[in-house]
């Protein structure tokens, strides 16, 4: 398992996955947030674009805040 405290674009999580590793980031900032969500999905499951990402806990908690 990989950790990455401070997600940003989401390049740890990329190389995890790559590496058939399993991932977690964190980030704060929403947008980094957005950015690293696409590219992950581009670049690790590029036939899976269509991934909803609303459905995900992160979304549910920001409604909630």
Not at 28 to 46: D, F, G, M, Q, W
Not at 47 to 59: A, R
Request: aromatic residues 10%; proline residues 5%; contains cysteine.
């Amino acid at each position: 398992v990989v950790l990455d405290p401070f997600l940003g674009s989401g390049t740890t999580m990329i190389e995890a996955s790559l590496n058939n590793r399993y991932g977690i980031g964190l980030e704060l900032n929403k947008e980094y947030c957005a950015i690293a969500k696409s590219r992950i999905v581009k670049e690790t499951l590029p036939d899976l674009d269509m991934i909803n990402f609303s459905k995900m806990p992160y979304n549910d908690y920001q409604k909630s805040l």
